[in-house]
């Protein structure tokens, strides 16, 4: 999944997933915690391989993991291509009213969009990708 999209949450909590994302995540998708102060959003395909990833740990390191199926929530788009984020989620994010949708590879991430905007801030400049690029070997 690629690209930044820039949404509102409505007054009922609901965002419109852009057309081009809507392909990529499906009409039925995962939304999740994350490591940083997002969600992740998981098309069911991408959902099956973190569960099947997970599934081959140790059971003490599968324990580790509990959060991500605690806190996940199925969603389903309407007929506008808007999804429900559950209050817990949009607490956990602190999503009130911008969101910043950002393609991540195998999921897309939503952010509060000012604090999107400041990790963006360090991230996307030629030196952060330079320096991480020089780090990761590529």
Known sequence: MTGEYQHTLDSKGRIFIPARLR???GDTFYLT???ERCLRAYNAEGWQSFVDRIRTMPYVDRKKMRPFFACAAKCELDAQGRALLPQMLRDFA?????????GCDDHAELWDSAAWAEVRGGEISPEYISAMM???NF
Not at 94 to 102: N, R, S
């Open 33 to 35: 915690v994350s490591d």
């Open 94 to 102: 602190g999503l009130t009213k911008g969101v910043t949708v950002v």
């Open 23 to 25: 392909e990529e995540l």
């Open 134 to 136: 020089k780090e990761l």
